[in-house]
């Protein structure tokens, strides 16, 4: 089983920046990869970016460009500097450990999420 704690949400104005983190515990496997997903009410969750244990990366087409994902320092740690942000980009953030096949496909792992809230 695994664990998943996010942090660094919060509300901001449009062409801000937010910081979100992820702390993964549990039964995790060293070629595992991280992402993040986003969802908001009426709507699917979907992915933002995922990263793999190698440093490899996908965004989606909406983030790109605005969005860095990152391995932290600690160990199964994932970061998500977000800049430039849009009111599209209010959501429930979603930190998940899955696995990489050339792009991120998520485990169902899922913690208790971290609101973003952006302002026009």
């Known amino acids: 089983q695994v664990q998943l704690v996010e942090s660094g949400g919060g509300s901001v104005q449009a062409g801000g920046s937010l910081r979100l983190s992820c702390a993964a515990s549990?039964?995790?496997?060293?070629?595992?990869?991280m992402g993040w997903f986003r969802q908001t009410p009426g709507k699917q969750r979907e992915l933002v970016a995922g990263?793999?244990?190698?440093?490899?990366?996908n965004y989606s087409d909406s983030v790109k460009g605005r969005f860095t994902i990152s391995r932290g320092n600690a160990k199964n740690t994932v970061n998500l500097q977000m800049n430039s942000l849009k009111p599209e980009d209010t959501a429930v953030y979603y930190c998940?450990?899955?696995?990489?096949?050339?792009?991120?496909?998520?485990?169902?792992?899922w913690g208790q999420g971290t609101q973003v809230t952006v302002s026009s």
């Open positions: 549990g039964r995790i496997f060293s070629n595992n990869a």
């Open positions: 990263i793999s244990s190698g440093g490899n990366t």
């Open positions: 998940n450990v899955g696995v990489w096949a050339g792009s991120y496909l998520p485990l169902n792992n």
